[in-house]
């Protein structure tokens, strides 16, 4: 919003960074941070590679799948995906409504949420 001229505070209204960039939300917050090291541990699979955009990790997590080969791409697609999602989601559930998520049990949600994505693509 601030790119559009809209006054609004840019501090990360969780963990209060001074400036909430998509890259520090979705994968550097330590909530996320430890979401991505959750599912990790699970699938035995890096699915977010580091980086220092969102574009980068985006690209270095898919080079990253195709040169491997552990996980099929349309399964890391859905992991990666719906993990973005559902943090996206905790976070304006938590700013908006006040209702925070253990991390462990937001794991599980998005778990569930890929079994039922990949059944429906």
């Not at 035995?44 to 574009?55: A, I, T």
Request: with cysteine; aromatic share 14%; proline share 2%.
């Amino acid at each position: 919003m601030a790119k559009r001229n809209i006054q609004c505070d840019r501090r990360c209204l969780l963990c209060n960074e001074p400036i909430e960039t998509t890259l520090h939300l979705l994968f550097l917050f330590s909530y996320a941070s430890e979401i991505w090291n959750l599912l990790a541990e699970k699938l035995r699979y890096w699915l977010m590679v580091p980086g220092y955009s969102v574009h980068d990790v985006w690209i270095r997590s898919e080079e990253s799948v195709r040169s491997d080969r552990k996980m099929k791409a349309k399964t890391w697609w859905v992991w990666f995906l719906c993990t973005i999602w559902m943090i996206w989601k905790h976070r304006n559930a938590q700013v908006f409504g006040g209702r925070a998520v253990p991390v462990h049990r937001l794991a599980e949600t998005i778990e569930h949420e890929v079994k039922l994505w990949i059944n429906f693509w």
